[in-house]
C-alpha cells in the first residue's frame, strides 16, 4: 500500500549502499532542459539533498521552498499563504542520509510519509539541502488540462526530420518526424 513518498524512499533501503546516490523523479513532471545538470551540480557539491524548484504563480497548489542566503530552509506542502513563488517539481536528489530522516519523521494529516517532511527533518538536523532553480518551463501535468498543454508545448518545439523514405506522391505538412526505418506511403 502507498503511504507517501518518503514511504517510498524507505521501499528501496535495501537496494542502497550507505554511500549509494539516488535521484527520485515524479513521473508526472515534464523538465524541458533535462536534469542533467542538476545530476552534475549535485556530484560536484555533493549536498545531502538537492531539490529542483520553479518559479510558479499558483504557489498554493505546490510544496514550497523558502529560502534564505541562497539555503533551503524550509518546506511547506501546498501551504494557504505561500512564503515563495518557489515550488517544488518532483525532483530529488539524495544521499542515504534521505532513510534516517523518512524513519525520523511521523504521517502527514493525510496518514502518509510525505518527502517534504523528510526534507525538512534534514535542514532541522543540520545536513545540507541545496536548492537548483529552473530557468526552462517546467510542467506538472497531474491534470488533463496540464497533460495536454505541455503536449501542445514539446509539440510547438518538435523540429521536422526526415530519416526515413517518404513515397513520392505523398506531401510532408507540418512538423512531422520519420524515423529510419519508417516509410511515408
Known sequence: EPLGLAHAVLTAEDYLKD???????????????????????FLQNRPNAQILLAHV???????????????VVRLIEKPQVPPSGLALVGLYMFDHSIITAAKSIKPSARGELEITDA????????????????????????????????????LDDLETRIDGSVDERSRIIGKVIVEKEATVV
Do not use: C
Open 19 to 41: 554511500d549509494d546516490l539516488f535521484v527520485m523523479y515524479l513521473g508526472d513532471n515534464i523538465i524541458k532542459e533535462g536534469f542533467k545538470s542538476l545530476v552534475d551540480e
Open 57 to 71: 504563480h499558483d504557489p498554493e497548489r505546490f510544496g514550497v521552498a523558502e529560502l534564505s542566503n541562497g539555503r
Open 119 to 154: 526534507i525538512q527533518f534534514l535542514i532541522d538536523e543540520g545536513y545540507v539541502v541545496d536548492p537548483h532553480v529552473i530557468n526552462g518551463w517546467w510542467k506538472d501535468t497531474g491534470k488533463l488540462e496540464d497533460l495536454l498543454e505541455a503536449n501542445r508545448i514539446l
